[in-house]
């Protein structure tokens, strides 16, 4: 369960612009989790979420949570915590020239995509999300097969 409110916070901040735990806690609420706000704390420090410049309104500054795409952590913690949400929800993955199509279980693919794209990956040009399907355009053929072999390897 909490891999999947993992993957879920992951798909929530990448969609809004989340600015307090009070925040998430009622998007998390409104999709079925049942958390309490100490619990979305506890979720933010494990994924090592961090807060950006989100812009102004009027005369205050706003800020957002995001993933560190700094990666100052050598740990490979939030990479591990990604390969969990995908361990968790992966059903097969498979290429076709410079395609990727991953089947989820149903409900899955947006929170699966979600942490894809937390990951920073340089070769991917993009990723779209069903209920249980997730199309990743990769730049090559060559590095799609690669991805579906990595992912394959992550997830065994």
Do not use: C
């Not at 409104?30 to 706000?37: C, N, R």
């Not at 937390?118 to 690669?146: H, K, P, Q, Y």
Request: hydrophobic residues 40%; glycine residues 6%.
């Amino acid at each position: 369960m909490k891999s999947l409110r993992h993957g879920k916070i992951l798909e929530i901040i990448t969609k809004y612009d989340v600015e307090t735990q009070e925040e998430l806690t009622e998007y998390l609420k409104k999709e079925g989790f049942a958390v309490t706000q100490a619990t979305v704390s506890r979720d933010i420090k494990a994924l090592r979420l961090i807060k950006t410049a989100a812009g102004t309104h009027g005369n205050e500054n706003k800020y957002k949570y995001a993933v560190n795409k700094n990666g100052d952590d050598s740990s490979g913690v939030p990479e591990a915590k990604f390969r969990t949400i995908l361990d968790h929800s992966l059903v097969s993955s498979d290429h076709a020239g410079n395609l990727v199509v991953l089947k989820t279980y149903a409900g899955m693919a947006q929170a699966s995509a979600a942490a894809i794209d937390s990951m920073n990956i340089d070769n991917i040009l993009g990723t779209i999300a069903g209920d249980d399907t997730i199309l990743i355009v990769m730049r090559t053929e060559n590095e799609a097969a690669e991805f579906v072999r990595k992912i394959e390897r992550l997830t065994k």
